[in-house]
């Protein structure tokens, strides 16, 4: 089992930066895929951007790519999302999620066995 745990999130000026904290604890292994996806009311799911925790390889949403960067502390377990320029259309519920078996891919959201409660951003125009 593994345990999710978000942060960081809030309410931001448009234009303004977020940076979400995602710590993830029990039976994780030397190589998960840990991503981000967000949620609003009203539509599906979507991936944002995923990291492989072994190989630090990155993967994106293109039309995010520009404004967000994951990134990962190995040693803590803790992965970050920085969040630049964001918009009021960025605004939604944050959750980060862990894939331990099948290949890393920022959208493929039934890959994600593990999940966190989320987070909230929301950006005012």
């Known amino acids: 089992q593994v345990h999710v745990v978000e942060s960081g999130g809030g309410t931001v000026q448009n234009g303004g930066s977020l940076r979400l904290s995602c710590a993830a604890s029990g039976n994780t292994g030397n190589s998960d895929c840990m991503g981000w996806f967000r949620q609003t009311p009203g539509k599906e799911r979507e991936g944002v951007a995923a990291?492989?925790?072994?190989?630090?390889?990155?993967f994106y949403d293109p039309s995010l790519k520009d404004r967000f960067t994951i990134s990962l502390d190995a040693a803590k377990k803790m992965v970050y999302l920085q969040m630049n320029a964001l918009k009021p259309e960025d605004s939604g519920e944050y959750i980060c999620?862990?894939?331990?078996?099948?290949?890393?891919?920022?959208?493929?959201?039934?890959?994600?066995?593990?999940w966190g409660q989320g987070t909230q951003v929301t950006v005012f125009s």
């Open positions: 999620a862990v894939n331990s078996h099948y290949m890393c891919t920022w959208y493929r959201a039934a890959d994600f066995e593990y």
């Open positions: 990291i492989d925790t072994g190989s630090g390889s990155t």
